[in-house]
């Protein structure tokens, strides 16, 4: 008897057995969403040990996300579980880096360059946008809550909305030799707002702050590269660089990155 009940304990504790990746090239995230920083792939047909979900990003209507046997999350949709719903433990402390805010200073920054726009219109790199450079991902724009068109006021709450996802993927990229002031991370919150998460990313930028290199000499050397729409140089971007720049050179911020989990 006290073997069959030690048995029925284990059994409870023991992660979710193995599960098959129905998706092409699965990510596999820091955290239950994608605005976080990818940490490997999976190829289709991988075998993924489900260690708990929680919940995180919608993907096709499904909501839950897995957290697999190497530490990453990846979008229970593209799992073959052989249900919607959950089927292992609800993951308990899974949130990540708290994000900083992004000063004043930086609002005003990405506010400028972007321009209002009330009613929705293509941007210089062909892409549907509203407001204060929200890039929509549905015909018309139909993931906004707001009204379009769209009040000055309304504007900046989506403005604010659209800023806490590269505030977040910003954050869960850079790791801690990446020691950054509120104007350095807000130039780069700037720059991922405006290029996306993928594209911060995957540049050489991040990759030399992660490497602990000098934060303006980074930014500087950079930030100028990401100038060009559709193979040219667009004036708008250089205006938008060198002000990133400036306000990463601005002293007088608190510390912003990195951030204690």
């Not at 991988?46 to 046997?69: E, L, Y």
């Not at 807000?186 to 290199?213: D, P, W, Y």
Request: proline letters at 3%.
């Amino acid at each position: 008897m006290k073997f069959v009940v030690l048995a029925a304990i284990a059994s409870s504790l023991a992660p979710a057995s193995a599960y098959v990746i129905t998706g092409d090239s699965v990510n596999c995230r820091s955290g239950p969403g994608t605005s976080y920083a990818v940490k490997k792939s999976y190829a289709k047909g991988t075998d993924v040990t489900i260690s708990c979900q929680t919940a995180g990003t919608t993907v096709s209507g499904n909501s839950i996300w897995d957290k697999t046997s190497d530490g990453c999350y990846v979008a229970d949709y593209y799992v073959k579980t052989g249900t919607s719903g959950y089927v292992t433990k609800k993951c308990g402390g899974t949130s990540t880096c708290v994000a900083p805010k992004s000063n004043a200073a930086t609002v005003d920054l990405i506010a400028k360059s972007e321009g209002f726009r009330a009613n929705i219109y293509t941007d210089a790199t062909g892409h549907p946008t509203v407001g204060y450079g929200h890039l929509c991902t549905k015909s018309k724009c139909a993931e906004v809550s707001y009204k379009i068109p769209l009040s000055v006021a309304d504007g900046k709450k989506l403005l604010a909305d659209d800023m806490k996802k590269y505030e977040k993927c910003l954050t869960a990229m850079l790791t801690s030799k990446a020691v950054l002031n509120l104007n350095q991370y807000g130039a780069l919150v700037s720059f991922t707002f405006n290029l996306g998460c993928g594209a911060a990313q995957g540049s050489q930028m991040v990759k030399r702050l992660n490497n602990g290199e000098n934060v303006n000499k980074v930014l500087s050397e950079e930030l100028p590269k990401w100038v060009h729409g559709n193979g040219k140089v667009l004036p708008g971007l250089v205006t938008r660089r060198n002000n990133e720049i400036a306000l990463a050179k601005t002293a007088g911020s608190g510390a912003a990155l990195p951030v204690k989990c």
